[in-house]
């Protein structure tokens, strides 16, 4: 089974853009379709982007399209979230997801990361 560890997070000021990473353990991340979450705090967690298996499709939440690219080297077992522009509501931690089908909602994702903070300043 895939085990994911996130990171590239950090504070930055608005405006600015981030990588984030997700690096996967195990010889099936090529099966798996990925998804990026986010949760705020007191919040609940949200959708943020989803790739399917091979790359060939992505899709976004409203909020992030245009400023986020999701992307994926299955060469390297290591999924990305590009985020530029960034806004002080894109503060939260950010989970990297890994399921069998890509979707806009959590619950399809059996295997999650332990989440890396993103913290956007005005």
């Known amino acids: 089974q895939v085990q994911l560890v996130e990171s590239g997070g950090g504070l930055v000021q608005a405006g600015d853009s981030l990588r984030l990473s997700c690096a996967a353990s195990g010889r099936t991340f090529s099966t798996y379709a990925m998804g990026w979450f986010r949760q705020a705090p007191g919040k609940e967690r949200d959708f943020v982007a989803t790739i399917t298996a091979s790359g060939g499709a992505t899709t976004y939440a409203d909020s992030v399209v245009g400023r986020f690219t999701i992307s994926r080297d299955n060469t390297q077992n290591t999924l990305y979230l590009q985020m530029n522009s960034l806004k002080p509501e894109d503060t939260a931690v950010y989970y990297c997801?890994?399921?069998?089908?890509?979707?806009?909602?959590?619950?399809?994702?059996?295997?999650w990361g332990q989440g890396t903070q993103v913290t956007v300043s005005s």
């Open positions: 997801a890994a399921g069998r089908v890509a979707s806009t909602t959590a619950s399809p994702y059996n295997i």
